[in-house]
């Protein structure tokens, strides 16, 4: 009871997109972004290579389809949004303008920007902070495999662009899956959501945290397990 009285101070989470306060031992270890923040990135980042590898089957459908006539027979129906998958395979080259991924340059390419293109100003800027070697190719597939390793991650959760870096692939994500229609398989949980009480939280595959659909936040079992306590509590005292 004593100790309830001291409220430590609330610091919210790095990422626009991210609603959660860091917790004690997340500011101890002077994160700017939370641990589901940087689980998530990882998480999206070891998708990319399966993402690419629908978006290029469908580029060359497209190519072998309208090409000299040999086998055009087997075209099945192509990925919508034909251009964006183009833009989304795009070259970007290491010296590309400093980040602006959102800003004049889509209205430029008429669509979203090449995968390469947001991940290399990111691996950019950690390869010149820590002076370690960016990859030989600027594949995607290189790019999100030097972001996702554990001392990468790591060191890019403490640095004060970490939640803008967050929000990006956010987006970069959801173009992505939108594009390919690929996502993780994902299960209801029958459990309204603490934040906003829809009953849209779920869980999906390969990912440890329970996401809301409708505000998009993230918990961990215990706190969903610890905010279910609460509710039953609550009611009980309704009750009597
Ligand atoms: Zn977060
Ligand atoms: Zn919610």
Known sequence: MATATTSPRVVPCGAATCHRALLEKERDGRQTICAPCVH????????????????????????????????????????????????????????????????????????????????????????????????ADLTPQSL???????????????????????????????????????????RPVPQPCPRCDSLTLVETDHQLYVDCLTCESMYTRDELALAARITVASLEADVV
């Open 40 to 135: 998530i990135i990882g998480v999206w980042l070891g998708e990319i290579p399966r993402q690419i590898i629908v978006l290029e089957g469908s580029r060359e459908r497209e190519t072998t389809g309208a090409g000299t006539g040999g086998r055009a027979a087997i075209r099945t129906a192509p990925l919508p949004g034909r251009p964006d998958v183009l833009n989304l395979l795009g070259p970007a080259a290491w010296g590309d303008s400093i980040r602006d991924p959102y800003g004049d340059s889509r209205d430029d390419h008429g669509g979203p920007l090449p995968i390469a293109g947001v991940l290399i100003p990111w691996v950019r800027i950690v390869c010149d902070e820590r002076r370690w070697d960016p990859p």
């Open 144 to 186: 999100a495999e030097l972001l996702a390793a554990p001392r990468v991650l790591d060191y890019a959760s403490r640095r004060a662009w970490a939640g803008d870096m967050r929000d990006e692939l956010h987006e970069m994500m959801r173009t992505i899956r939108s594009v390919t229609r690929l996502r993780p398989q994902r």
